[in-house]
């Protein structure tokens, strides 16, 4: 444990050492701008880590530009996926004995005091292993994520925009926090204990995994409400069709995994269920995206049988099963299953 844990913003002391992580795969623009925005902090003692992840656009040459005193480009030979790239960080993060890692996306803009505030409220506690911020879109001024629950014991996952449920969750479940990686601080201890990043999700749900894992080893996670970091929005529900296919394969794929992997198969059948049935919903509003439609399935297939790794365009679910599924979806108006939220999203008993 840091033996800085009285710091505070503004008290003098020695302030934890934070390893900054922004994944970087193609996309140099926002890179550029996120870290930025980074070295604006008002936080005392962070470094930062710009992880290239196989980018075939030229973006490694122009990040080497960045390097300084404080910012260190590694540069990974081919994709790695979120959680690859994430976990090179976390293990940069325990090799220079940092207190805490940051994964920060790098399509996120952070105001200056939001890493103090971070770091504040962990310190506070030394059993919260995971803090966000509320997290917010960047076209405008909406939260998208205010706070989440996480429970294997009660089959329970949900998660809101909405400060004061979000409040009313943290009160009756103050040990089953869910946390989402968009900028989500990790207590290296939490690391050392419960390990990386589970790399067979290769991208999507890694987080909701992180939190049940950091919940299930005795630690807490928590969302800071005293800052918001904003950030390009997937919002499946209403921009469906601006969402790539590798989104929809991934999401569908890997809530399967989840459950198979937390509550086994039989355990996990009734969830499963669930998440079929609204990934389902989805794929009759993206009639219009036949390579989307084709994801989901191919998701919903692969996520049954346990598939983990990267998403292959052009994969499919076999013929014989996607005949059926097909055929079930048109036979029935889906409507978001018993346990869900009103937007279909979320399994929920709260």
């Known amino acids: ?6 710091w505070r913003p503004g008290d003098g002391g020695t302030a934890p050492l934070v390893l900054v992580v922004l994944l970087n795969w193609n996309s140099l623009e926002e ?48 994709n790695t996926g979120y959680t690859g790239g994430c976990n090179l960080g976390l293990e940069r993060a325990l090799a220079i004995r940092a207190d805490y890692v940051w994964l920060l996306n790098n399509d996120a803009v952070v105001t200056p005091e939001t890493l103090s505030s971070l770091v504040a409220m962990a310190q506070a ?3 919260i292993g995971l803090v966000t911020p ?14 989440g629950i996480i429970s294997m014991k009660d089959a329970l996952y949900n998660e809101t925009h909405d400060p004061a449920v979000a ?3 943290a009160e009756r479940y103050p040990d089953a926090g869910l946390v989402i990686g968009t900028a989500m601080l990790v207590r290296a201890e939490l690391v050392r204990t419960i390990g990386l990043l589970d790399t067979a999700f290769f991208a999507y749900f890694e987080d909701i995994d992180y939190s049940a894992r950091s919940a299930a080893a005795g630690f807490r996670n928590v969302v800071d409400p005293n800052t918001v970091v904003r950030h390009l929005e997937k919002n499946r529900n209403t ?50 995206r036949q390579e989307s439609r084709e994801a989901i399935l ?43 939220t009103e937007s279909g999203e979320a399994l929920s008993k709260a």
């Open 239 to 288: 921009r469906p069709l601006e969402i790539r296919p590798h989104y929809w394969y991934y999401m569908a794929r890997n809530e399967s995994r989840f459950w198979r992997k937390h509550l086994g198969l039989a355990g996990s059948l009734k969830l499963a269920w669930h998440s079929f049935n609204g990934f389902l919903r989805h794929w009759n509003r993206l009639s219009s």
């Open 134 to 147: 509320r997290i917010g879109a960047l076209d405008e001024d909406r939260i998208t994520f205010a706070g």
């Open 31 to 78: 890179t550029r701008t996120a870290v930025a925005s980074v070295l604006r902090m008002d936080y005392p003692n962070f470094r930062v880590l710009i992880v290239d992840n196989g980018s075939q656009d030229g973006s490694p040459g122009e990040l080497r530009k960045l390097a300084s005193e404080r910012v260190e480009l590694l540069e990974s030979p081919v």
């Open 298 to 340: 191919a998701g919903l297939w692969d996520g049954w049988r346990g598939r983990g790794g990267p998403y292959h365009p052009g994969a499919r679910m076999p013929m014989l099963p996607a005949a059926m599924v097909k055929l079930y979806s048109r036979r029935r108006a889906l409507q978001p299953p018993s346990g869900y």
């Open 1 to 6: 444990m840091s033996n800085s844990h009285a």
């Open 125 to 127: 506690d030394e059993r």
């Open 167 to 169: 409040a009313e969750w």
